[in-house]
């Protein structure tokens, strides 16, 4: 079956230090691959998203990029602000929905200290 | 992203109590979802309706009844609760089958649910 799994948090950083959250996927076919955050108080939005290999996302300084080698999506940010304080989800869709059913992992919470 | 609505945002209930969640998408999607998110879980999917119709229940106990009248529009009954229900309920929407590769769900705010 899918599945996605992510680096264990919670990550904390300094205001402007380089991030990056680990996902790594199993799946059959070409999935497409996503990044959620959800804000405290908040439901999940859309970070970014690739739909083919050696695609690159990006989004608010965010960025991913789809390697089919490593079946990696890791989400990376040059630096990175206290805004940013948000829990992250990778997650994928099989290649034959694409969107209509999402396998989750189980997020990373990221904090930034000023 | 004001295209999934959630109420109420916030619910506290007895456990004899009975409360219903709502979800509305103003996306002209056709397909919506039942999510539970709880402390130090990964999200569940509990329902998913396709044009009405339901289309998928993961095991959901019974005391959770959803109900969907229409594409735009989806509940969440509630009654005789459980502590270990409080959590965050949220409801997503998408276009089933998608129009586009890419294409995902759109995620309401959610219920912060707390049952005592």
């Known amino acids: 079956g899918n599945s996605v799994t992510q680096m264990e948090g919670p990550v904390t950083l300094s205001e402007e230090a380089f991030l990056t959250i680990n996902c790594t996927y199993t799946?059959?076919?070409?999935?497409?691959l996503f990044w959620y955050v959800q804000y405290p108080g908040e439901g999940l939005q859309l970070l970014l998203k690739?739909?083919?290999?050696?695609d690159k996302g990006s989004n608010k300084g965010f960025e991913a990029t789809y390697r089919k080698e490593t079946t990696s999506f890791h989400l990376e940010k040059g630096s990175v602000q206290v805004s940013d304080s948000a829990v992250y989800f990778c997650?994928?869709?099989?290649?034959?929905?694409?969107?209509?059913?999402?396998?989750f992992g189980e997020g990373t919470q990221l904090t930034v200290n000023p | 992203e004001t295209g999934v609505t959630q109420t109420p945002r916030h619910l506290v209930m007895g456990m004899t109590n009975k409360k219903s969640l709502k979800c509305e998408q103003h996306?002209?999607?056709?397909?919506m979802y039942w999510y539970k998110q709880s402390a130090k879980k990964p999200l569940e999917l509990m329902f998913v309706?396709?044009?009405?119709?339901?289309?998928e229940n993961n095991s959901v106990p019974s005391r959770f009844s959803p109900e969907c009248p229409n594409s735009s529009h989806l509940f969440l009954h509630l009654h005789t609760l459980q502590p270990e229900d409080s959590a965050l309920y949220l409801c997503?929407?998408?276009?089933?089958?998608?129009?586009?590769?890419?294409?995902?769900?759109?995620f309401g705010p959610g219920t912060r649910l707390l049952v005592l």
């Open positions: 997503a929407s998408s276009q089933d089958p998608p129009t586009y590769r890419g294409e995902t769900q759109y």
């Open positions: 799946a059959t076919g070409y999935p497409s």
């Open positions: 690739a739909t083919k290999a050696d």
């Open positions: 997650a994928l869709s099989p290649r034959e929905t694409s969107g209509s059913r999402l396998t």
């Open positions: 996306l002209g999607h056709n397909a």
């Open positions: 309706y396709n044009f009405k119709e339901q289309t």
